[in-house]
């Protein structure tokens, strides 16, 4: 089935300091979502971004179809950044699960004051 | 943005007690799903649903009943309880119908705990 690796596995910042998180998925995806789990454990979509370059804020997102990888970058970390950066992908449509999520093990970030 | 909302936000209960989960979402997304998240398997897909009156069988479905009353409403159902569904439980909904995105929208989720 579809695999989805995030590196690295955490991180630690100054702040003020950028990130550049990765994710790399195993079969072509139609839709890939950045989401951000607080440490209390509730989940945001932060990015929906199946292809090309997509900005909000601080958070970029760039996503490679063909080479099945996107990277979030996160300018001028904050302290209230600190989290679980989550990426996850639909299958192709061509696919019989394209509505089935297949998540990463998430990015561990923490930003120190 | 669309708004899934959950209850209860949390629930401890014994072994083989009987829980009900509940998820409401109110933008009449098709599909509502039920995730489970534990340390070390990140979130996994316990049953989900296209439309009311359907369930379709997840990834890690052992243990779990769903049901899909209406286009809003769509609850998880352990029936015996056991520890090792102790976890961080998400609801989400999402719209495939033409011209979509397919995103997904996450509920606050439900800590259970099962002693």
């Known amino acids: 089935g579809q695999q989805v690796q995030q590196s690295p596995a955490s991180l630690v910042l100054q702040e003020g300091e950028n990130a550049e998180l990765q994710c790399n998925f195993s079969s072509t995806a139609t839709q890939l979502q950045w989401f951000y789990q607080s440490p209390g454990g509730s989940l945001v979509s932060l990015l929906s971004n199946p292809s090309g370059t997509k900005h909000t804020g601080r958070l970029t997102s760039t996503t490679v179809t063909k080479e099945r990888r996107s990277s979030l970058h996160i300018s001028s970390s904050q302290t209230t950044d600190s989290g679980t950066y989550l990426c996850a992908i639909h299958p192709s449509l061509l696919s019989g699960s394209f509505n089935k999520l297949t998540f990463g093990a998430g990015t561990r970030l923490a930003v120190c004051p | 943005e669309a708004a899934v909302t959950q209850s209860p936000r949390n629930k401890v209960t014994v072994t083989g007690g009987n829980v009900t989960l509940s998820c409401r979402q109110t933008?009449?997304?098709?599909?509502m799903y039920w995730y489970r998240q534990d340390t070390g398997h990140g979130l996994r897909l316990i049953h989900y649903?296209?439309?009311?009156?359907?369930?379709q069988i997840g990834d890690v479905p052992d243990g779990y009943k769903a049901t899909r009353t209406t286009q809003e409403d769509f609850f998880l159902l352990l029936e015996l309880a056991s520890p090792s569904q102790t976890s961080l439980y998400f609801c989400?909904?999402?719209?495939?119908?033409?011209?979509?995105?397919?995103?997904?929208?996450f509920g606050p989720g439900t800590r259970l705990t099962v002693l």
């Open positions: 989400a909904s999402s719209d495939s119908t033409g011209g979509s995105s397919y995103e997904q929208y």
């Open positions: 649903s296209y439309g009311a009156g359907n369930l």
């Open positions: 933008n009449s997304h098709n599909y």
